[in-house]
């Protein structure tokens, strides 16, 4: 994990916090209530969100079912899993432990069966404007940030030679 907190906890390694770094500690621990209601959150609408998700790209690429064996299926506990991880994420406040541990990995595997950037886009922004019409504005607002940059990394794969969206 590379959250500030856990950062700043390290590079206090043999000695006290210092008064900055309490601040830091404290700001987190203070927010955590916060962080585990939008958990809740998003645990009780997760089903409605990437259902939402699943029918505009069911919308959107109509051949995608005939590409890919069980393809909305397997997309729908993509999507899920992204969901889930990225929540992890904002209770760490840690979105390199997403990306480190799912992101990167799923990026390679997408690219690698021929997802475009655009699907990928596509599918990552429907995810985050399902949960901003979910979700309560407070609890959207910790888990945006997240689902941005799970946007940018998913999306960052080259065109393939045979699209297989």
Not at 52 to 60: A, F, M, P, Y
Not at 69 to 78: H, I, N, P, S, T
Not at 124 to 151: K, S
């Amino acid at each position: 994990m590379y959250s500030r907190l856990v950062q700043t906890i390290h590079a206090a390694e043999s000695r006290y916090l210092n008064p900055q770094e309490q601040s830091i500690v404290l700001t987190y621990c203070a927010s955590m209530p916060k962080r585990l209601q939008a958990m809740k959150a998003v645990e009780q609408k997760e089903t409605e969100i990437v259902n939402q998700v699943i029918t505009e790209l069911k919308k959107r690429y109509v051949n995608f079912a005939d590409l890919h064996d069980r393809a909305w299926e397997k997309g729908f506990r993509d999507v899920q899993l992204v969901l889930r991880y990225n929540v992890q994420g904002m209770l760490l406040d840690d979105s390199e432990m997403v990306a480190q541990r799912l992101l990167y990995w799923m990026r390679t595997i997408m690219a690698a069966v021929g997802m475009t950037p655009r699907f990928m886009r596509d599918t990552y922004t429907l995810l985050r404007e399902a949960c901003r019409q979910h979700l309560p504005a407070e609890a959207f607002q910790l888990l945006e940030p997240h689902l941005e940059r799970t946007i940018a990394i998913l999306s960052d794969i080259p065109e393939p030679h045979r699209p297989a969206v």
